[in-house]
C-alpha cells in the first residue's frame, strides 16, 4: 500500500497550490512592488483595527455612556470650531468619527470576508463535483449558473434581504442582520467561483494520478479534496482577493440603501447613509470620511489582488 501512494504521489502533478506558490518567488515579486507592499500595508491596518477595535480607538464610539450630544457636529481639528480630542471631528449623536470608521471597518471587513468564505465553500464545492460527475450534474449546476448570472449581485442580495424580513420579521430580522449580509453576498457570489473550478476538474479528471487512484479504489471524495482541489486553488485565490473588495461595496450599497446592519452596529455603509442626510447642511465630514476609508479598503484589495493575479500567471514569467 505504501508503494502505491508512492507511485500515486509521483505521477500527481506539482501544480497544487503551495506548489505554485513556492515556484512563483511571490516573496521576492512582493518586495520589489512598492504598490503591492503598501496595499498590504493598509489592508492589515484595517485588519488589525478591525480584529481589535476596542483597543485601537481613541473611544467607544457606540457606547451610549461615554457619547455627548453636546459634542456633536464638531469638524475636524484643522477647522475652525474643531477639537483636539476628536481629530476628524464627530458625527449627529456626538461620537468621535475616526473610532466610528474604525468600528464600522470592522463590519465591513468581517461581512465581506465571510461572504466570499461562503460563496467559496459553495462555488468550490459545485465546481468539483459539476466537473468530476459531469453529466446531468455538471448540466443542472451549470444551467442555474448561467440564470444566475442574468441576474445583478445586488438585486440577489435585495431577493434574499426580502424572503428574511418576509420570514423572520423586521425586529428578528435586524438582529440577525449581519447572517442575512453573509448568506446574500455567499449566494449572489458562488458561480464566479463554481465556473472556473469546475473548468479546472475536467482538465485534472483526465489525469494519470486520477486515473490511477480510481484504480486503487479511493474514494471520490478524498479524489476531490485531497488531488484535485489543491491544483485549483491558485485560480480560486485570486478571484476571492477581488470578490472581497466587491463584497465590502455590495454591503455598504445594501447598508446605504437601508438593507444592511442597523444604525446600533453600523458598517462604513451605514455611516455613509447616516452622514449624508447632513451632507449639505455644512457637516459634510460625516459622510465623506467614511466614504474616503470606505475607498482606501477597496483599493487597497483591488490593488493587492491585482498583484497575486501577475504574481501567479505562469505566462507572465
Known sequence: ???????????????????????????????RDPTAMAAAVILLVFAIAGLAPQLVAPYQAFDLTQIRLQDAFLPPVWLDGGDPRFLLGTDDQG??????????????????????????????????????????????????????????????????DGISRAAFGQADRDRAAVFVLILAIGLSGWVQYARPVRGATMVERNREYVAAAT????????????????NVLTSVLVIGTIHLAVAVILEATLSFVGLGVPPTEP??????????????????????????????????????????????NPRLK
Open 1 to 31: 500500500m505504501a508503494g502505491e501512494q508512492q507511485a500515486l504521489e509521483a505521477m500527481r502533478p506539482t501544480s497544487g497550490l503551495l506548489a505554485r506558490l513556492r515556484r512563483s518567488d511571490l516573496l521576492y515579486d512582493f518586495t
Open 215 to 230: 484504480l486503487m479504489g479511493i474514494r471520490t471524495w478524498r479524489i476531490l479534496i485531497k488531488h484535485i482541489l489543491p
Open 95 to 160: 461620537r468621535d468619527m475616526i473610532s466610528a470608521i474604525i468600528f464600522g471597518a470592522r463590519v465591513s471587513l468581517f461581512v465581506g470576508l465571510a461572504g466570499v468564505l461562503l460563496a467559496l465553500l459553495i462555488g468550490v464545492s459545485l465546481g468539483l463535483i459539476a466537473g468530476f460527475v459531469g453529466g446531468w450534474v455538471d448540466t443542472i449546476t451549470m444551467r442555474i449558473a448561467d440564470i444566475q448570472l442574468t441576474f445583478p449581485a445586488i438585486l440577489i442580495a435585495v431577493i434574499v
Open 267 to 312: 458598517s462604513l455603509g451605514t455611516l455613509i447613509r447616516i452622514g449624508n442626510g447632513f451632507l449639505f447642511s455644512g457637516e459634510w465630514w460625516i459622510a465623506v470620511l467614511p466614504g474616503c476609508a470606505l475607498v482606501i479598503l477597496v483599493l487597497s484589495i483591488n490593488l493587492l489582488g491585482d498583484f497575486l493575479r501577475d504574481a501567479l
